[in-house]
């Protein structure tokens, strides 16, 4: 056990510390590269949504232990809904004028809209899908995201006018997510699920991944637990899509097959079911790793699919296991090494 | 619609079914037996799909030697890969054995991409011409694909209910530990699992050709879930199940094209396959399963 | 002394097979009792029977007065019924700790809002649950071990913690299915002592499932002799010891 205690209220300052000089280094670094900070400032932009989305995924597949496949499902419901209100107000001529603190409302009710639209849609599939297990689940979410993409092609024709523009796409989003956006919307969702895994709710997730029978035996009333881990994860990937379409400016439903689904549940396997830090770290590398080595990303699928037979087989545990990372804890321990030596924690203990 | 149209779109609608129908086999053998939804099944499809393009369109070689390639070649795939992927996550949680065939099923169709190239190739219809009967067309393929399939069914019934294999099959799909002390080989009933639904595999590539002439990498993902969604529907682990379950999914799609919705056919199967879960998660002739405490 | 559990004629059959019938007992409050009996005989499935997880074809349980027809395990939960399983079921990826906060779940009120926000009510709950678990912990010597990973405690520890989760739970009656299994007899007779504290701490009523006859002789005051679904002896073990149909049960019908 550590010695070392640091209060709660120091440990956030340290960690609101933290999250200050990292955004001032990536602006230095965006800054610093002329030409090419706008590339990676893309770079950085993806990187936030994917970590988003990985986060999320890993919400239902690593702390509750379910395979949902249909992740891209809830990123496409929340990016079109995100989309279409923002379409409707008069954020893109306020961004043309370069007025985007002006957009910040906007974009924040946009934001909620997704996360909503995509939470419902996580209730009315996770109701029935959370009475089956495994494989049944699996299957359930796929087709619900397979739905999903032939309804947001087709259902122009049946409505009679337009709202998605089908399969040739929803153009002319306002561009309304920028670095700065992005980042705080990635550091305020990291720290929700943090907060929510680190309360009896999260408890009570976890305590059913680990054993569902014995959760029950305890009083833990799983279906509302499952059902609410559920619907976090989707309004968060709600959130990642409606960002997501901030960015680009304009949607395809093709951009959300199963495909991409799998591509989400990727990071969070070869990061490690059940830690933060492992999701974040693999949609970094696998982010940046194709954009740096261009000439890789014809092989980009095959060595993704090549990657998760070979972690299943060798570590299936993932690169972090449930390792989850803290700062305090960690400055704790180097506290406690600065302080006892070299000596092993029993004996501090002892 | 008329009513010779209607039975035209039936008919078509059950030449889709039993290839469904064959593939879904191999789903519910193979979840029957290691309790594992096969992600990679149906890019062995894929595969087959292939080889019979090559052998045909390529090297010009005979169909019935094009039929063996692509039956032989499925067979020794779906073996290898429960070999190499399946066999060593035998006793791992079923989380990470259902993953394994995700990241199977995306390497064989990245693979493909990158061995036969992302483009589809489309090849000279295999059977032509068609029968009137009654006033009502209908072709030779859709003949040959139904015929085929039935046999093969029936053959599949036999080998099942009748054979020393078969009845390992069973006994495994029954109970692994018990089948296993009366001196079944659970590696051998296995893999002879795998290989009997592979070939069901290679047939239906080979008849799917017969209906859509062309072969593309990711032609096995979609017929695979719906095969997989026929074998639900019919009731996982249950042979007569999957059949049925099969001609189900494919008079469904054809009834849903003929009403002149066929951009929705994907969404209706997948709407059918959650309503089947939510109301009867055992399919039309499944089994219940309850967790001992 | 009023009874905490009564069952009454409960009976149920699967696949036409009774695999419990006409099962009586009654467990009072303070009382430790014991069901036991070869192999197969239903002892756990009366505990399934009692947590919910089977439903009975016919009969009545009640606990303390209440029937508990219809409940589902999370409202037997809630109304104090706590079990351990023959084979352990610890949340093995979670700290000790967590493993026996999270039996407070339920009397904790703060919402996921509160959490988010980690309003007041969120640091006052937390603190509190956290101080009754290690208390609860520190009570069975185990508060060393509140941060170590379940999964990684040893064998004895696992069965103790599963106790004391149950036991955080605030049950009137606990179930106890077969706590001795693979233990040594060091552990058993530690055992021995943990569930005596429980009762004269907790005041509780305990109903246990074991093998171990030194166990069970040692600490029950009555016990329930259960074979092929049926009960065949009730008393106290001194008469459960002397009974002939018990011992042809256990040993076979002797030959004169």
Redesign the interface.
């Known amino acids: 056990m550590r010695k070392t205690r640091i209060s709660t209220p120091i440990r956030y300052l340290i960690n609101t510390a933290l999250i200050v000089v990292l955004w001032v280094l990536l602006t230095v670094v965006i800054s610093a590269s002329g030409l090419k900070g706008e590339y990676y400032r893309g770079i950085m932009i993806t990187i936030g949504i994917n970590i988003i989305l990985a986060t999320s995924l890993n919400i239902v597949c690593g702390y509750l232990g379910q395979l949902p496949l249909g992740h891209a499902g809830f990123m496409a419901v929340g990016a079109y809904s995100g989309a279409i209100f923002m379409k409707s107000t008069p954020a893109a001529a306020l961004l043309r004028a370069g007025n985007s603190a002006a957009v910040i409302p906007y974009l924040i009710i946009a934001v909620v809209i997704a996360a909503v639209v995509a939470g419902l849609f996580g209730l009315l599939i996770g109701i029935p899908a959370l009475r089956l297990k495994g494989d049944y689940l699996a299957i359930i979410t796929l087709g619900f995201g397979e739905i999903i993409r032939v309804v947001l092609t087709n259902i122009d024709s049946v409505l009679g006018f337009k709202v998605t523009y089908g399969a040739s796409g929803l153009a002319r989003i306002p561009k309304f997510t920028n670095f700065n956006v992005m980042y705080v919307f990635t550091v305020l969702i990291l720290f929700l699920i943090h907060v929510f895994m680190k309360s009896r709710h999260g408890r009570a997730v976890l305590s059913i991944r680990d054993n569902e029978i014995a959760s029950e035996s305890v009083g833990i009333n799983t279906t509302f637990y499952k059902t609410l881990a559920f619907v976090f994860s989707a309004m968060l990937a709600g959130v990642a899509g409606c960002l997501y379409a901030g960015y680009l400016g304009s949607l395809y439903p093709s951009t959300f097959k199963f495909m991409k689904s799998i591509e989400i549940l990727v990071m969070v396997v070869l990061g490690g079911m059940g830690s933060m830090l492992g999701s974040i770290i693999s949609a970094v590398v696998l982010t940046a790793l194709p954009e740096l080595l261009r000439s890789f990303s014809d092989y980009r699928m095959v060595v993704y699919s090549l990657a998760l037979v070979l972690m299943m087989l060798f570590r299936p545990k993932g690169l972090m296991g449930t390792y989850d990372f803290s700062m305090g804890d960690t400055l704790e321990r180097i506290i406690d090494r600065i302080r006892f030596g070299g000596k092993s924690r029993k004996e501090v203990q002892g | 619609m008329t009513f010779s149209l209607l039975i035209a779109q039936l008919i078509n609608g059950l030449q889709t079914g039993s290839v469904y129908a064959l593939v879904a086999l191999g789903y519910s053998m193979v979840?029957g037996i290691i309790?594992?939804?096969n992600f990679a099944h149906g890019d062995i499809i894929m595969v087959g799909a292939y080889m019979v393009y090559y052998a045909i369109a390529s090297f010009a070689l005979p169909p019935i030697v094009a039929v063996i390639l692509a039956v032989g070649v499925s067979t020794l795939l779906g073996v290898t890969v429960e070999k190499v992927?399946y066999t060593?996550?035998r006793s791992?949680?079923?989380?990470?054995?259902?993953?394994?065939a995700?990241?199977?099923?995306?390497?064989l169709?990245?693979?493909a991409?990158?061995v036969f190239g992302a483009d589809q190739k489309s090849m000279d219809p295999m059977v032509t011409g068609s029968i009137s009967m009654g006033g009502i067309s209908v072709s030779y393929a859709a003949i040959v694909t139904i015929v085929v399939s039935v046999i093969a069914m029936v053959v599949l019934t036999i080998v099942v209910n009748r054979t020393k294999i078969g009845k390992a099959m069973r006994a495994v799909s029954e109970d692994m530990g018990a089948a296993q002390l009366m001196g079944i080989s659970l590696n051998r009933t296995i893999s002879m699992t795998f290989a009997i639904g592979s070939a069901l595999a290679g047939i239906g590539s080979v008849l799917y050709l017969c209906a859509y002439p062309q072969a593309s990498p990711t032609m096995g993902?979609m017929l695979g879930?719906k095969a997989?969604?026929a074998a639900?529907l019919g009731g996982i682990g249950s042979i007569p199940g999957a059949m049925i379950g099969g001609f189900v999914i494919g008079v469904l799609e054809a009834l849903v094209a003929a009403a002149g919705f066929s951009?929705?056919k994907?969404?209706a199967?997948?709407?059918i396959?959650?309503i089947v879960?939510?109301f009867k998660?055992t399919g039309i002739l499944g089994k219940k399963i309850q967790?001992k405490? | 002394m009023s009874n905490v559990l009564k069952c009454e004629h409960l009976r149920v059959v699967f696949g036409g097979l009774a695999a419990v019938s006409d099962f009586n007992i009654e467990v009072n409050e303070n009382e430790i009792a014991g069901l036991i009996g070869p192999n197969g005989a239903g002892k756990t499935t009366v505990f399934n029977l009692l947590t919910g997880v089977y439903v009975p074809t016919s009969g009545v349980i009640t606990l303390c007065d209440k029937d508990l027809a219809g409940m589902s395990t999370i409202a037997r939960s809630h109304a104090g019924i706590a079990r351990t399983f023959q084979n352990i079921r610890l949340f093995k990826d979670m700290s000790v700790l967590d493993n026996v906060t999270n039996s407070f779940n339920t009397k904790m009120k703060y919402s996921v809002l509160e959490a988010m926000l980690r309003l007041p009510r969120y640091w006052k709950e937390e603190k509190e649950a956290r101080k009754k678990a290690l208390d609860l912990l520190h009570v069975f010597n185990m508060e060393d071990l509140a941060y170590e990973n379940a999964g990684n405690l040893p064998y004895g520890s696992q069965r103790r913690l599963e106790i004391i989760r149950a036991l955080a739970t605030n049950p009137k009656l606990l179930l106890l299915d077969e706590p001795a299994a693979g233990m040594n007899p060091a552990e058993t007779e530690n055992l021995m002592e943990t569930i005596g504290k429980i009762r004269d701490r907790f005041h509780i009523a305990i109903l246990l499932i074991e093998h171990d006859m030194s166990l069970v002789m040692g600490i029950c005051e009555r016990i329930t002799v259960l074979n092929f679904g049926q009960v065949i002896a009730q008393g106290t073990p001194e008469q459960i010891q002397k009974d002939p149909v018990v011992i042809e049960a256990y040993l076979g019908k002797q030959r004169d």
């Open positions: 979840y309790k594992l939804l992927a060593p996550l791992a949680p079923r989380l990470s054995l259902l993953i394994t995700i990241g199977v099923s995306f390497l169709e990245n693979g991409q990158l993902s879930i997989f969604v639900v951009m929705w994907d969404a199967v997948f709407l396959l959650i879960l939510v998660p967790e405490v």
